[in-house]
């Protein structure tokens, strides 16, 4: 059974940091491209930033800059070093796996809360 377990989500105030982790587990995602994806109350779901199994990496444009992600394949876990947070940037964060043959999520994580006050 695959699990994506993110952690990391608090109450910071705007300009503040977070780092969040997303752990796998029941899945090897050292082929898979990962990805952040954030949902913001009464907002549908967006792409935050993604990685390749390669290292390679894209984001939005709301967070170039200030956001960067990155993985360790050998303790199969996703990060997201989030800094000069903004109010606008709160929302659940959610991790997800792509497929290996597609860009297509094939799993996603239960989310963690960022909340960023003014």
Known sequence: Q??????GGNLVQ??????????????FVRLNAMGWYRQAPG?????????????????????KGRFT???DNAKNTLYLQMN???????AVY????????????AYWGQGTQVTVSS
């Open 14 to 27: 705007a300009g503040g940091s977070l780092r969040l982790s997303c752990a796998a587990s029941g899945i």
């Open 94 to 105: 959610y991790c997800a796996v792509y497929r290996v043959t597609r860009r297509e999520v």
């Open 2 to 7: 695959v699990q994506l377990v993110e952690s």
């Open 43 to 63: 907002k549908q779901r967006e792409l935050v930033a993604d990685i390749s199994s390669g290292g390679n990496t894209n984001y939005a444009d709301a967070v």
């Open 69 to 71: 992600t990155s993985r």
């Open 84 to 90: 000069s947070l903004k109010p606008e940037d709160t």
